[in-house]
């Protein structure tokens, strides 16, 4: 297989990593409140299954998988339901959650569950506890990761691919996974290579990463067919079309999903949240989020019960500098910036990036000197110049004919842009526009 | 030579022509000739409010009867008598009809939770955490229904609240589209009751982040006739069947003002904003 541990185009931007990448995972204590949003992943709601004045363990189920693709939503601290109401939610909408009144001083041990031997299971075994686990792809998207394990029937998938580029600036969670529990990761591994029954594996691993590199290598047991592959530095490495690019130098076709060249991507937080799964039964109801950015006084990379709003979480990392302008969640490249502070941290939230005045960009948009740096920079070989154009006088329908639907909002055109013209800003508006949703969904 | 040339060019011409001439006395289709007197006497917008594609395809239909001159809504009522006239048919009655926005909340009554900077477009900043408005349902003012009108029937006023101007709407619904929130409803002019709100926080929650909130008191639903207006997921609703038995009671208890009673425009009394204060 030729390996070109690289992809064509994509941008540097100025890493940050150094504010986080050295300092351990720890634990945040629990808040007084958590909110948990009955819609924190791709798919269909979850069904809420207890009502107000219930009390819940940690870990008990307070909304039901609703379908196929969607995954229930578990209590992430022992306590009392207050409320079941509207709520901000982190995408700048208002979302039916549920709102737990944590018991203070309680010893927040999760409610034992029964934990599957894997050893035994088939694969519509491991689907359905990675399902009844709320497990979700942690990278961002929060596609659940069970509909992943159990690909259609018609294509032969021979290689998982993990993901653990973590392309995006700022951001050290998944480097702190790969360097703290390289052990976990394995496990994970295993597990799903053996549901999917999978004889390859690679970890792709941005260079920028040498402990985790490292760490990776030494924890890979003998019996596993586990390669470790150091990739190029370049945003959007991460990207899953760009990843398989670059470790199996196939190239996924327009519209379609990896899984038709027989491959499929998961990112290392999703893996390891498959692990303690089977290692210990605990559902997904903490995640790993790396808080930080100039603006904040002190970034950390944090283990935060699903469910923290974001005032607790900020308050927690010491508050906001002076001259904090902007928060971000998920990364500075693809994540949006949010409004209201009282939105939790839902299960794809990979990160809380503050950023300082002199972090963010000027305002003033001038127009477009044809300088094509924004084709040089497309991942996916469009030009957004062309469809910016197209956006500003709403031509939507023409913007599908110049492959709008390839576009995946990675921003590499608007940070490349001389002009400073939002250029993802624009493409997200059209294909907001183009879905017919209105902004605000209920 | 040349004559040659002029001859032959000249004959294939010739022949041409009269195989041209033929063809159109075989293939020539009737058409009523007063679908073109109709269509010219149409605004030629071609906005589509009537639901049809076109100003020639509702010519098409007037002339079959199969719609009434009354449809077309942009056109005035002295165009829709002439076609009436025109046909020999009834105008038909057609409510007049005009866009109202479903929020009340400008920029002197709802709270701003964080400063957006970024594209000047709703569509834009509706795509970043909503827009940054406290109310995630609340009109964002930045005037994508004021560039998507294309008879200048909005203006925006000085909180940052589009305003209708009901002579010039023609509910062709460009705006219903454009509103990103989805703020914008097509209503008959004649009705008076309007629910100026579309938030689903319930109760007095709600106005935290907008003083004219609908806070489903249920005080109007007490006040009004039966079935006129209900609570519907966290928002009064009025029935627009009934809208014959509405009376100003409704409104009066209201504690925030989120039901209004209208005459004609919303947000009548407020100026308009001026282009160069942009």
Known sequence: MPLAFDFRHGVHPPEEKELTRELPIRRMPYPDELVLPLRQHAGKPAKLCVKVGDHVERGDTIAEADGFISVPIHASAAGTVTAVEFWPHPDGSYAEAVRIAVDKYAAQVPRPRIVPKWEGLTTEQVVKAVQQAGVVGLGGAAFPTHVKLAPPKEYAVHTLIINGAECEPYLTSDHRTMAEYPDRVLFGIRVMMHAMGVKKCVVGIEKNKPDAIAAMQRAVPKDLDVEILPLTVKYPQGAEKMLIKAVTGVEVPSGKLPVTVGVVVQNVGSVAAIAEVFETGLPLIERIVTVTGHGLNKPQNLIVPVGTKLRDLIAYCGGVTPDAAEVILGGPMMGTAVANLDAPVVKGTTGVVVLAKHETRGETVYPCIHCGRCLDACPVFLNPSHLGDLARVGRYDEMTDAHLADCMLCGSCAFVCPSNIPLAQLFQASKAALRRVPAVTT | ?278
């Open chain 2, 1 to 278: 030579m040349m004559l040659q040339a002029v001859m032959i060019l000249g004959g294939t011409g010739l022949v041409f022509a009269v195989f041209i001439a033929l063809a159109n006395r075989k293939l020539w289709v009737w058409e009523d000739p007063r679908i073109d007197a109709v269509a010219s006497m149409l605004p030629q917008a071609n906005c589509g409010a009537c639901g049809l594609p076109g100003c020639r395809a509702f010519a098409e239909q007037a002339v079959d009867g199969k719609v009434s001159p009354a449809q077309c809504t942009v056109s005035g009522e002295a165009a829709r008598e002439a076609i009436a006239n025109y046909l020999g048919v009834d105008a038909g009655e057609e409510r007049k009809r005009v866009a109202r926005l479903l929020c009340a909340g400008g920029t002197d009554l709802a709270v701003q939770q964080a400063e957006y900077r970024g594209l000047p477009t709703c569509s834009a900043a509706a795509a970043v955490a909503g827009g940054g408005k406290g109310c995630a349902w609340g009109c964002l003012g930045l005037a994508d229904c004021e560039s998507a009108c294309s008879f200048g029937a909005i203006q925006m006023t000085v909180t940052g609240l589009p305003k209708v101007d009901p002579d010039l709407c023609t509910a062709c619904g460009d705006c219903v589209e454009a509103c990103p929130k989805g703020l914008f409803t097509l209503l008959p002019l004649d009705g008076h009751l309007l629910v100026q709100c579309k938030n689903l926080v319930q109760g007095d929650d709600a106005l935290e982040n907008c003083k004219v909130a609908c806070t489903t008191c249920g005080k109007c639903v007490m006040d009004a006739a039966d079935g006129l207006i209900s609570i519907a997921s966290g928002v009064a609703v009025v029935d627009y069947d009934k809208i014959a038995l509405e009376a100003p009671k409704a409104v009066e208890r209201c504690p925030s003002g989120a039901i209004a009673w209208l005459n004609g425009a919303q947000f009548a009394g407020v100026p308009v904003m001026q282009r160069s204060n942009r």
